[in-house]
């Protein structure tokens, strides 16, 4: 069977997020509800969903969702896993029948903390080592896949229908402070249960509607820093872009978001002389992060989410606001749907990020 | 008048009903709870009139012929896709590609636009799409217009607001666009220059801002104190020698 990225993809997807700023956790029934309503932008070949704040009685440990084609494959990770780690927990990931779910493959959360040992050892930070890890496993065990990788949050994704998988998942019964949903359109190729939105790399996670027609320069770039690009789909680099750019080389996210969707150059030169330098140094250094073609994307994090465009806005986006919650989505109506008097509705501009974070105290209040 | 509720309504729903009733006669017709339907009005030929209670979805009037919608709302991307006769009035604002295509009818938005309004928008004869804005416009505004007529209005500004985006008219070859007040060149794309209106477009824009103002309530005078700018294509064909040497 030929998978995603042996394909070309030319999708009409749907996303939805929101965050409650004031730390305040729902149940994943809304953003399903939110993401249903634009059921017309998916084709039932992909859907998933990212959730913050799931986890508070593990929140110290790495939480790894797992995704294993077959018993082989979650033995050899298994095995990884225990040379490198320590294990709060391990346990199936829950799930309930759903008709329209095709045979699924069997899913796994392990809750981990790195032996100090081996970090001592590897000479990194924990961070890097997490990451080396998670490339290790999707790179070099044949059918697992990490379908998540951070503390506190969690990816739930695969083939169907968004509010199908949602409903498989049984995300009814997470609390979650943000929650950001994906439904997949790729008309002519075989959706898979990997390929399937978000993609993730420790609490990153990105659910994406459009084409980065930019891949090959941004994976090659990737390359150079260590990252594999084994899920074979263009969202892929952007969740590494991201994880590089903030994590690694410690840009804002607000500049973050001028790299992968940079300013055009003649809306440069008419900026006053300290900002046309710092964005004329960004884009010669990260030029080959520069997403190219046409996206809107939402970008989950531990305390926050981001909502971007590419520069000139080939893809739907509309932001909200209501009490502490901020909404993003590629429709108005998949807001109004799960809030019908929000307060205000903007529509932001190609390349401008829409950014929400908890309130301080009650960033406080969650990793208490 | 018939009401319909259209909670809950698959968009394929609420267009059989909506043309069944219009087929059975209807001649006015109320919407209530529309909230991301798509498609209504499309194809939809005859004089009856629809009122939407709600965020209507994308396509909204898509290849509409000759019916009157007004919005209660905002509306989605694609208003007046193709559309070839007929009225859209939106009270609130509408996103990207509104009149994509337009060959005919008008749309009158009072909120703000997405970018591209107008894209491929194209005339002929007596077929002369219009659509006017009351607030501001994104970016590629009338981008490859063929034809028709854009009037951009920019109400309600807030200081050091921009009443367009970058690229105006980019790859226009036909038609007219009318901005309201000064524009910057630095906003127009490499295809239109800017234009005094002649003493016949004072006219039509009389015309079309006091329609404007009747939709919405407002004083038309009021509007037209401020002078247009017009802006028109170059040449007909901008790219005819791009790959010819």
């Known amino acids: 069977m030929l998978r995603e990225g042996d394909y070309r993809v030319p999708s009409g997807c ?355 | 008048m018939e009401t319909l509720n259209a909670k809950s309504l698959s968009y394929q729903a609420l267009n059989d009903y909506i043309r069944t009733l219009l087929d059975n006669g209807c001649r006015e017709l109320v919407l209530k709870n529309v909230n991301g339907q798509r498609y209504i009005g499309a194809g939809v030929r005859g004089r009856a009139r629809l009122e939407i209670h709600g965020v209507p979805g994308n396509n909204l009037a898509a290849l509409m012929d000759g019916l009157e919608i007004e919005v209660f709302g905002n509306a989605q991307d694609g208003v007046g896709n193709t559309m070839n006769d007929g009225t859209v009035i939106i009270h609130g604002n509408a996103t990207d590609i509104a009149g994509y295509s337009m060959r005919g009818g008008r749309i009158f938005i009072r909120g703000n636009a997405g970018y591209r309004v107008g894209i491929h928008m194209k005339a002929f004869r007596y077929k002369k799409p219009l659509i006017v804005i009351g607030g501001k416009a994104g970016d590629f505004f009338g981008e490859y217009m063929a034809g028709g007529t854009l009037v951009l209005l920019g109400l309600d500004l807030q200081p050091g607001e921009a009443i367009v985006g970058n690229f105006v008219g980019t790859g226009m070859h036909g038609g007219e666009i009318f901005i309201r007040g000064q524009v910057d060149s630095f906003y127009l794309g490499k295809e239109v220059k800017a234009v005094p209106p002649t003493a016949a477009d004072q006219e039509r824009l009389r015309e079309i801002v006091g329609d404007f103002a009747r939709y919405f309530d407002l004083e038309a005078e009021k509007i037209l104190a401020r002078p247009f700018t017009k802006l028109i294509p170059y040449n007909k064909r901008p790219y005819g020698t791009l790959y010819a040497y």
């Open chain 1, 14 to 368: 749907a996303i939805s997020g929101f965050i409650n700023k004031d730390g305040r956790r729902v149940d994943g029934s809304a953003i399903i509800q939110s993401i249903a309503l634009m059921q017309e932008r998916s084709n039932g070949l992909g859907g998933g969903f990212a959730a913050y704040g799931i986890y508070p009685e593990y929140k110290d440990y790495y939480a790894l969702h797992l995704l294993f084609e077959d018993k082989l494959s979650r033995n050899l990770v298994e095995e990884l896993i225990k040379d490198n780690f320590y294990i709060e927990a391990e346990d199936r990931i829950p799930t309930r029948h759903v008709r329209s779910i095709g045979k699924a493959p069997l899913l796994w959360r392990y809750f981990v903390t790195p032996r100090l040992s081996k970090i001592e050892e590897s000479k990194e930070t924990e961070a890097d080592f997490m990451t080396r890890l998670v490339m290790r496993i999707n790179d070099s065990v044949n059918g697992a896949y990490v379908v998540s990788s951070g503390k506190n949050m969690g990816a739930f994704k695969g083939v169907g229908y968004p509010e199908d998988i949602g409903e498989f998942f049984r995300l009814d019964e997470y609390q979650a402070y943000t929650w950001i949903a994906h439904g997949r359109f790729p008309t002519n190729t075989p959706g898979w249960w990997g390929g399937a939105h978000p993609f993730t790399l420790l609490d990153w996670s990105v659910v994406h509607n459009g084409e980065i027609s930019s891949y090959g320069a941004n994976r090659r770039f990737l390359e150079m820093y260590g990252y594999k690009m084994t899920l074979q789909t263009d969202t892929e680099v952007v969740a590494y872009a991201i994880d590089l750019l903030v994590r690694r080389h410690k840009l804002p996210l607000e500049l973050a978001a001028r790299v992968l969707a940079a300013p055009l150059w003649q809306v440069i030169d008419r900026l006053p002389a300290a900002e046309r330098d710092l964005y004329t140094r960004l884009r010669v250094v990260y030029g080959s992060l520069l997403l190219n073609g046409p996206f809107s994307i939402i970008v989950g994090f531990s305390g926050g989410l981001m909502a971007l465009n590419d520069r000139i806005k080939l893809r739907p986006l509309v932001a909200a606001f209501h009490g502490a919650t901020l909404y993003v989505a590629s429709e108005e109506a998949a807001i109004r749907e799960i809030c019908p008097d929000v307060e205000r509705v903007w529509y932001p501009q190609g390349g401008e990020p829409v950014i929400g974070r908890l309130e301080e105290e009650s960033q406080c209040r969650l990793s208490a």
